[in-house]
């Protein structure tokens, strides 16, 4: 089966310092996505990005965020100056359309990052 | 103030049993629904989805409900297996209009007695 792959597993970051947490997505998707759960609560949505550009966002994607596709296969996140309420599970994810499963199109998630901000 | 984890929903079957999971959702504008199972220390795997023209549909020993008159999604495993312990998560799209803003729900975690 196709998998959204990710890395690092495991980051561990000194407040301040940027962060890049990387993601390759399945190979014919369009759309990309990242979300974040902190340890304990909700899986939230960050940004989803299609045609090499940003098409929704959360509050929580700040200008301290931001995402690019800097070649034709890896997804990246990156965070400029990290706080301590940035540690959190960030997970990419990626789908061949805008509709789910229904379409045939599923929505598939990596393993996640784990991003420890000290 | 100091941030608090969620306390998640625990449902707890024998093996073999029938699992209901059951989840409210909030926005009435949502017509695209999906559930998600989280093994620990992995990432969500998709069970399976519905839109709001439905209100069954069924897949590989799972059914999901949904009744859009309460807002309410339930998901049904049969015959349930120790593998199907993990955190189970309904998310909804809102007002989006597409799946591209998912909104998840709480959790509910899902043990299994051999």
């Known amino acids: 089966e196709p998998e959204v792959t990710q890395t690092p597993s495991h980051q561990v970051t000194q407040m301040g310092q940027e962060v890049i947490l990387r993601c390759v997505p399945i190979?014919?998707?369009?759309?990309f996505y990242w979300y974040r759960q902190i340890l304990g609560q909700k899986v939230e949505f960050l940004v989803s990005?299609?045609?090499?550009?940003?098409?929704?966002k959360s509050e929580i994607f700040d200008d301290q965020f931001s995402v690019e596709r800097p070649d034709g296969s890896n997804f990246t996140l990156k965070i400029r100056s990290t706080k301590l309420e940035d540690s959190a599970m960030y997970f990419c994810?990626?789908?061949?359309?805008?509709?789910?499963?229904?379409?045939?199109?599923?929505?598939?998630f990596g393993e996640g990052s784990w991003l420890t901000v000290v | 103030g100091e941030s608090v984890g969620l306390h998640l929903p625990t449902l707890s079957v024998q093996e073999g049993d029938n699992s209901i999971i059951n989840c409210a959702y909030s926005?009435?504008?949502?017509?695209?629904f999906i559930w998600y199972k989280q093994e620990s220390g992995k990432g969500p795997q998709f069970i399976i989805d519905?839109?709001?023209n439905m209100d069954k549909r069924q897949g590989q020993r799972v059914t999901v409900l949904l009744n859009k008159t309460v807002k309410h999604l339930s998901l049904q495993i049969a015959a349930t297996q120790p593998g199907d312990s993990a955190v189970y998560f309904c998310?909804?799209?809102?007002?989006?209009?597409?799946?591209?803003?998912?909104?998840w729900g709480l959790g509910t975690s899902l043990a299994v007695n051999p």
């Open positions: 190979s014919n998707h369009l759309y």
């Open positions: 990005f299609y045609n090499n550009e940003i098409s929704e």
């Open positions: 926005n009435s504008a949502s017509d695209y």
């Open positions: 519905i839109r709001s």
């Open positions: 994810a990626s789908s061949g359309s805008s509709w789910g499963e229904i379409t045939g199109n599923t929505i598939y």
């Open positions: 998310a909804e799209n809102g007002n989006a209009g597409n799946n591209r803003k998912l909104i």
